[in-house]
């Protein structure tokens, strides 16, 4: 089989070209947007000019504007279009103190700009879209998220409206009347399903009307969300114009009662792959073009074979065979029409479970602006949050719309255990672990458990797994204290609940004995408190009693702790388990109360 995309021509550009442009005026500007090169790595940084927005506005997907909100709006004004296709836009002043989503604040994504933009500058998110100002999920993004179209945007706002006044909306689903088909879209807070179209304000469906009389209706005013589930058979004599074939296309549809949006690409004999008007109408709808060699389409069993196609092609037939193999259905929902040079099939793509995916998040130290721009987005994308009581606190403004499962100290089995369960049943799940997850973190446990359990149950083995790293308390520790780990150094983990005391203790003589830097996680507990003097012991018997020592708890969160000192006196400072300690080597030093480790530049090059 071979699949061709196609692409409108808008969408093409923004997706080729540069996504973001930083336009600035004064140096106080400019000194900002070149701060915010770190979060947006492709963005060009432009002087403003009015005479350059014609082009980087159908290039960019986000523009961000450090100058003042009356500029811009006369600036952009000339382009706006629709918020289907324009880019978001964002205005910061020159202290970075406020982030104004200006447009495009759903669909565009500028909500989510301005809030990013906000948190790495520790400003303020300036954000007027109600559905966000009241906590509640946009309908058109809900949308866009689940591959649903929406049929009149003329409706939306007051659709919007009665969601905001009222709490709630009631929802159809096509194909979950009866129960017996539980619905594939995860419905959000305020979505209640109904099993009656009449009473709906969203109806979920691929017929163009459910209903052929309007006065049975309940709700004055409805909102059809099409899927793309529609394939399209298509077989056509050569050089067939674009227009011939719409218009069969829609004559089909139309007859059937289908929606032509809900279209979601179309398939035909591979002799037809360079056909103009099959490309230009496949192209026009942003299609997928699926194509079959006649071997191919001769595969599928039930359809009556036409002499003049096989003759032609050397397929048996091809507008309803091409329709079954590219929506992998084993029914058409119509049948073959021959209207003119055109013969047309209409197939429904087959539902596929929702593949499990499961993200296990590194949130570093805890603090919003130390977690990565990816590790947020992933955390943003979840439709469940798993992790311990503490770190879940820690980004409550990233999750505020999630569904949170929390657990205590010690339940990491029980946590693992619950994401696992939520992504195979479809959801889209962030599994939180402080620091980096696989230092000492949850990403081993994780895989651990599959490997242990695939066996039982084989959907395991289809989870999709992206472990997202974060910064390490060791990374995070040894920044506070200066460049401790210039050289070569060993991490050990004092916790004896899973790791026996006689095998840490030798790795304690080995990192001390071979002058490793030692990082020392988990020093001591309620129930431990014998095992850092054990610790310094050890190590005291091969460095010097004067050795840089540091301590850092809870590194970059408010309540930090830093202390430098050294191997005979460390005991005098409040270690706990909050604590991480740097033990330094033969080569640590301490200048200015900064902790150092000579890497041998000095013996190497003249400094």
């Known amino acids: 089989m071979t699949r061709t995309l196609s692409m409108d021509t808008e969408n093409k550009n923004r997706k080729s070209g540069i996504k973001t442009a930083i336009f600035y005026i004064t140096e106080n500007g400019l000194k900002l947007a070149e701060r915010l090169k770190v979060l947006y790595l492709d963005a060009r940084i432009l002087k403003f000019k009015s005479d350059i927005l014609p082009e980087i506005w159908s290039e960019c997907r986000n523009l961000v504007f450090v100058m003042a909100t009356g500029i811009v709006v006369r600036s952009v004004a000339p382009f ?3 918020k ?7 205005v910061l002043d020159e202290k970075g103190k406020y982030a104004i989503s200006l447009l495009s604040g759903h669909i565009g994504g500028a909500n989510d700009v301005a809030r990013e933009i906000a948190d790495y500058l520790d400003g303020e998110a300036v954000i007027t879209t109600a559905s966000d100002a009241n906590n509640m999920p946009s309908i058109d993004l ?3 998220d689940n591959d649903l179209t929406l049929e009149d945007w003329e409706i939306v ?4 409206t009665r969601f905001l006044n009222n709490g709630a909306l009631k929802i159809y689903v096509q194909g979950t009347e009866d129960g017996s088909q539980a619905s594939a879209i995860n419905l959000p807070d305020g979505f209640l399903q109904v099993s009656e179209p009449a009473s709906a304000d969203l109806l979920i469906t691929n017929k163009h009307r459910l209903m052929a009389n309007n006065s049975q209706l309940t709700a004055d005013v409805q909102l059809y969300l099409r899927p793309k589930n529609l394939v399209i058979g298509i077989g056509c004599n050569s050089a067939t114009s674009e227009i011939e074939i719409e218009n069969a296309v829609r004559k089909t549809l139309e007859e059937h009662n289908l929606s032509f949006p809900s279209i979601h690409s179309i398939a035909t004999i591979d002799i037809k792959i360079n056909e103009s008007g099959l490309r230009s109408f496949a192209q026009r709808y942003d299609l997928g073009m699926n194509t079959f060699s006649p071997d191919e389409l001769n595969t599928v069993q039930g359809i009556q074979k036409s002499e003049a196609v ?3 092609t050397g397929a048996n037939a091809v507008a309803e065979p091409a329709a079954i193999l590219a929506s992998v259905a084993d029914t058409l929902i119509v049948p073959k029409q021959k209207i003119g040079n055109v013969t047309v099939a209409v197939a429904e793509l087959r539902k596929e479970k929702r593949q499990a995916r499961l993200y296990i998040v590194g949130t570093g130290p805890g603090s919003i602006e130390h977690i990565t721009p990816y590790a947020q987005k992933v955390i943003k994308r979840s439709d469940v949050i798993v992790g311990y009581g503490t770190y879940i606190d820690l980004i409550q403004e990233l999750i505020k719309d999630k569904e949170v499962v929390c657990t205590g100290m010690t339940q990491e089995i029980e946590r693992c255990k619950k994401a696992v369960e939520y992504a195979i049943s479809g959801k889209i799940v962030s599994l939180i672990s402080g620091g980096d997850p696989g230092i000492y973190g949850m990403a081993g446990l994780v895989f651990e458990i599959l490997r242990t359990q695939t066996q039982e149950n084989k959907n395991l083995s289809e989870i999709n797994i992206e472990v997202i790293p974060g910064v390490s308390a060791l990374n995070a520790c040894a920044a506070r204290l200066g460049a401790p780990l210039m050289h070569d150094f060993a991490v050990i983990s004092l916790s004896d609940r899973l790791t026996p005391w006689k095998l840490i203790e030798k790795r304690l003589e080995a990192a001390s004995i071979s002058d490793f830097i030692i990082v020392l996680y988990n020093p001591r507990s309620i129930g431990r408190q014998e095992h850092i003097n054990k610790a310094k ?11 840089p020592v540091g301590i850092v708890k809870a590194a970059m969160r408010d309540n930090e702790e830093i202390v430098v000192t050294n191997l005979k006196d460390m005991l005098d400072h409040d270690i706990d388990m909050q604590a991480t300690v740097i033990i330094g080597n033969s080569q640590t030093f301490t200048w200015n109360n900064w902790m150092i480790t000579l890497r041998g530049y000095e013996n190497k090059f003249k400094i």
Not at 157 to 160: D, G, K, L, N
């Open 80 to 82: 706006i279009k629709d």
């Open 537 to 547: 012991n050890i190590i005291l018997k091969y460095r010097y009693p004067e050795t």
């Open 84 to 90: 289907k296709t324009d880019p978001a836009v964002v």
């Open 310 to 312: 096989h003759k032609a």
């Open 157 to 160: 706002p007051h659709i919007a």
């Open 142 to 144: 809900w949308a866009r």
